[in-house]
């Protein structure tokens, strides 16, 4: 049995005790919780510190903060997002027959939300839930392409630009390059094994009327059956990103219809036609 925290089970119960209440004092939440006093004000002191809740400095009454808002928020997007979008990726798997992953951008991770994968033949996946870096490969450069310049600059300089493979971009210059074509094409493309050895992706934007809010990206093995299934999935996968961005309220011009005359611009280096 997996030992309990007992702090954090102090907190949650701090927070949820806002679910019937706009406001408490200390003493009410201490009455309320049947809390030590100098246990629930230290709880308190950390929720505020961390924007979870915020304390009036006149009535000394606390409420719900903004990072507990901006987290319910992100809640209900993902889960609009996944709703509206599973159809359409259980559609897109059909059509191309490799796995299609749904994933929103939390500072600097993206967390996968949903998944589906094809049926009776291998395939490249990943877990709903899990976490990977802002800067993996096209899945990371879509979210990025279309964030405000000081906020690419602060994950940049904060977190760095990891390199996973050789094929990694790490140079912040030619990073932003790759933004820019990205914003002019629509879409991401890693062809050359940037993020993981022998995997090649293709990432849409989806967005709502308050801009980019996920991405889908196609995975799968790479291969030299050359370039003609891989404009198959690009489009297909462009058409799937432009439909649920339609039905989220947002620019479902983003995406490309026609990315064929494009997709060399992605493409930083010649190589070997692959497969997605």
């Known amino acids: 049995m997996v030992a309990r925290v007992s702090a954090v089970e102090r907190s949650i119960q701090i927070l949820r005790a806002f679910e019937s209440r706009d406001e408490y004092s200390l003493t009410e939440l201490v009455a309320l919780l049947s809390l030590n006093k100098s246990t629930a004000y230290g709880i308190l002191q950390t929720l505020t510190d961390y924007r979870f809740l915020t304390r009036d400095p006149q009535t000394l009454r606390y409420r719900l903060g903004p990072a507990l808002i901006r987290l319910g928020h992100l809640a209900d997007e993902q889960t609009e997002v996944r709703g509206i979008a599973r159809s359409h990726l259980e559609l897109l798997v059909q059509k191309i027959r490799k796995s299609v992953l749904l994933g929103t951008l939390n500072e600097d991770r993206i967390t996968i939300i949903d998944k589906v994968d094809p049926v009776g033949v291998l395939h490249v996946s990943a877990a709903i839930g899990q976490q990977i870096p802002f800067s993996a490969g096209s899945f990371g450069r879509v979210f990025l392409a279309w964030l405000p310049e000081e906020r690419v600059d ?29 914003r002019e ?92």
Do not use: M, W
């Not at 050789?166 to 210059?173: A, E």
């Not at 404009?231 to 064929?260: M, N, T, V, W, Y």
């Open 154 to 182: 602060y994950l940049i300089e904060t977190y760095g630009l990891e390199a996973f493979t050789q094929s990694s971009i790490t140079d912040p210059d030619a990073y932003k390059e790759e933004l820019a074509r990205v």
């Open 185 to 276: 094409c629509g879409y991401a493309v890693d062809d050359t094994e940037e993020y993981l050895p022998g995997v090649r992706a293709v990432s849409v934007p989806l967005s709502n009327a308050d801009g980019v809010v996920a991405a889908l990206t196609v995975v799968g093995f790479t291969s030299r059956s050359g370039n003609q299934p891989g404009e198959h999935a690009i489009k297909a996968a462009l058409r799937a990103g432009r439909e649920i961005s339609e039905q989220l309220g947002g620019d479902e011009s983003r995406a490309d219809p026609d990315p064929s005359d494009k997709r060399a611009d992605l493409q930083r280096s010649p190589g070997t036609p692959h497969d997605v």
